[in-house]
């Protein structure tokens, strides 16, 4: 039996003979042909549907979110959720289906990392339908308003924390084959690693940076997070094996403090004492614990991989800003720099063999400055800030390369 995946994918175009004689040239003959059956098999994890464009336009950048981080799936807009046809109405002028594509353009926007799906018209007794083709993207995870998304049969969803660190676990370690015992080990060692190195950035980023309220709010979401993982871990079978069950306990029970905190004007000096009692236990936990065990030849290969990919989209992100410097796309780019020195920033805290300790530390280094660059301000002083900031953004791109120079 073909799965909807199957259809959504590889269907045979039936003939319709009627609907080609009427079918307007601008729309997809085969998504055209394929929608009687994409309805007729309803959502599920390669296809949803909605009626019309959602009033908040952040709903369908979930939707698209989900799919990149899951799977290829298509989006038609234009049919209920029981199947039936509804169409789109006013969509007959190319300026009126401009303008519905520009919407959607603008709120892939809210995607991070950036994701482009292809959009294709279809008309069915003679109801408009637009189909929003969405592909597996080639990063772990897809966020939007700093929360990432998956795609769950048909419901598109928030990540859980454990998720979110064994998609980054899978990204980086790939699937190498081992005993169901030592993938075990490998699978709690990843997920405490993955953990320890998210507080060991933050203990690494500028104070003035920290300080700032999303930064604030970031590092307690993140708190929470990683203290559920790390009781789950505690009760693990490898925890009580290696004897670290009472040093996990003791970093959750710092990073609750930090959940804890009541937050309030004058108290960052406090604060900042709560937090550097949870990086300690951290730190001590990395040094001893995770550091010793030796990363795998097919490791090292992902997680090389995934830093050249950084400094790769780095370069294009602001090659492209630099050619047209005064449009959204600066503040863009410098919102993407962040996340990317963030994720350079945990790397750089993994033994690599392919660096030395000082390359490591100068990742770690333009990590960093990216981190920094992402909260610039940007003023109407004349294009001075805007200069500012893509002078800094070029160093930070030609330092990375000249870290991955020997590499």
């Known amino acids: 039996m073909r799965t909807a995946f199957t259809l959504l994918t590889s269907f045979h175009t039936p003939a319709y003979p009627l609907l080609r004689m009427t079918r307007p040239s601008w729309t997809d003959p085969k998504l055209s042909n394929d929608l009687p059956h994409l309805r007729r098999s309803g959502e599920n994890q390669a296809i949803e549907f909605k ?14 979110a989900a799919f990149a981080s899951s799977n290829d799936g298509i989006v038609l807009i234009g049919v209920a959720d029981d199947g039936s046809l509804v169409g789109i109405d006013g969509l007959g002028e190319p300026a009126a289906r401009d303008q519905f594509t520009q919407r959607i353009v603008g709120l892939c926007k809210d995607i991070k990392p950036p994701v482009r799906p292809k959009l294709l018209w279809a008309v069915e007794d003679g109801q408009v339908v637009l189909g929003i083709r969405i592909s597996k993207g080639a990063d772990p995870l897809y966020y939007v308003a700093h929360r990432p998304y998956l795609r769950h049969a048909s419901i598109s969803r928030p990540a859980e924390p454990g998720e979110v660190i064994d998609a980054i676990r899978a990204f980086i370690l790939g699937g190498s084959q081992v005993d169901s015992h030592a993938a075990d080990e490998s699978a709690f060692f990843s997920k405490l690693a993955s953990v320890l190195v998210g507080i060991l950035s933050w203990r690494d980023t500028d104070r003035e940076i920290r300080s700032l309220k999303p930064w604030v709010e970031h ?9 559920a993982i790390l009781r789950d871990l505690a009760a693990d079978n490898v925890a009580i094996e290696k004897g670290l069950v009472d040093q996990l306990k003791e970093l959750s029970a710092h990073l609750d403090k930090v959940v804890g905190f009541i937050y309030t004007l004058g108290g960052g000096n406090d604060f900042d004492e709560v937090s550097s009692c949870a990086s300690d236990a951290a730190a001590r936990l990395m040094k001893s614990v995770v550091e010793p065990i030796p990363l795998g030849e097919s490791t090292q290969q992902n997680i090389k991989h995934a830093i050249n990919k950084i400094a790769r ?4 992100l602001w090659s492209r800003a630099a050619a047209d410097p005064f449009s959204s796309l600066v503040e863009d780019s410098q919102r993407e720099s962040g996340e990317m020195g963030r994720q350079l920033m945990e790397l750089s805290y993994y033994r690599l063999g392919f660096l030395s300790e000082e390359g490591l530390n100068r990742l770690r280094d333009v990590g960093h400055q990216l981190v920094q660059l992402g909260a610039e301000r940007i003023y109407l002083d004349g294009g001075d800030s805007q200069r500012r900031v893509l002078e800094k953004a070029q160093t930070c791109v030609n330092a990375l390369s000249e870290v991955l120079s020997p590499v």
């Open 51 to 64: 009626v019309a464009m959602p009033s908040q336009a952040r709903d369908l950048a979930k939707e698209i």
């Open 219 to 227: 590092w307690m979401s993140y708190a929470a997070q990683s203290s």
């Open 313 to 316: 989209k780095l370069s294009d």
